[in-house]
């Protein structure tokens, strides 16, 4: 039975882990270790046939963290909105999760059997403080070879246009795969939380650009995983799914998701 807040769902994200390869100064969910918790597979997998066998889920969606750190829990994830006929299969990946091409190799054809058919490939002045950019390359180059859609998705600060130099610095990252020929995504502004608020404050005395993750809880369009199985003020290790669903009633409190 639907829940009348949760009408217009249409998407379903992951949180696979918040362990991260990355140490960016804009992240807005701060500071992150190599390895953690990750999402159960099984259980995920799960709960997207059961969601999606009662609401008319557009978009299933995996991210972290670096979510390939753990690429059997993501590809469980796509191959059941593969096979629930979920249209969009999303990956937001920072590209580095080995520095082994073998295994790079492996989890792109993984990620294509899985039926992932949008890549999302987080590139910027911020990423590649810490992540090298000949991995990344390698990475996009396996999914181009695998054919997965792939865009580029960089982060801007104070605004797309702005002038400053971390800007500056990924207008010549994103120029640096122009030989590639691969797409470039609108990108996010990035907002004032976490490591941002901590490392970036100087740029947001005069802009104030908003979280485009919140949403109203009255009217949920994207149910969120995180990796301990929390969603939904219930855990989907200790209920199942459809009730906690099913008996979920608004808090005061914005829901943040990806959305
Ligand atoms: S912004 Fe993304 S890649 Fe960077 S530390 Fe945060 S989760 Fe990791």
Redesign the pocket.
């Known amino acids: 039975m639907q829940n009348s807040y949760l009408t217009n769902l249409q998407k379903i994200e992951f949180v696979i882990t918040y362990a991260?390869?990355?140490?960016?100064i804009?992240?807005s969910?701060g500071d992150?270790s190599d390895c953690g918790e990750h999402i159960d597979a099984d259980i995920a997998a799960d709960a997207v046939r059961k969601i999606a066998g009662i609401y008319p889920i557009q978009t299933v969606m995996t991210f972290?963290?670096?979510p390939l750190l753990y690429p059997h829990a993501v590809c469980a994830i796509h191959a059941a909105a593969t096979e629930c006929g979920v249209p969009r299969r999303q990956i937001i990946t920072?590209g580095f999760f080995t520095k082994d091409l073998a295994r790079i190799h492996d989890t792109v054809k993984a990620l294509a059997d899985s039926g992932v058919n949008d890549i999302l490939l987080?590139v910027d002045a911020?990423?590649q403080k810490t992540?090298p950019l000949y991995i990344v390359r390698a990475f996009a180059e396996e999914v181009q070879k695998q054919k997965i859609p792939l865009r580029l998705q960089p982060a801007w600060l104070v605004s797309t246009e702005d002038n400053n130099p971390y800007n500056a610095e990924t207008r010549a990252i994103l120029d640096s795969f122009s030989d590639m020929h691969i797409p470039i995504g609108g990108g996010n502004v990035i907002f004032p939380a976490g490591n941002a608020l901590k490392y970036l404050a100087d740029y947001f005395v005069d802009s104030h650009p908003e979280n485009p993750y919140i949403e109203d809880p009255a009217d949920v369009r994207c149910v969120s995983f995180d990796p301990a199985g929390d969603v939904l003020g219930g855990n989907v290790y200790r209920q199942d799914i459809l009730s906690i669903l099913e008996n979920y009633q608004p808090s005061d409190d914005k829901e943040e998701s990806s959305c």
Request: charged share 20%; net charge negative; glycine share 18%.
């Open positions: 991260c390869t990355g140490r960016c804009h992240c969910e992150h972290g963290g670096e920072n987080s911020f990423h992540i």
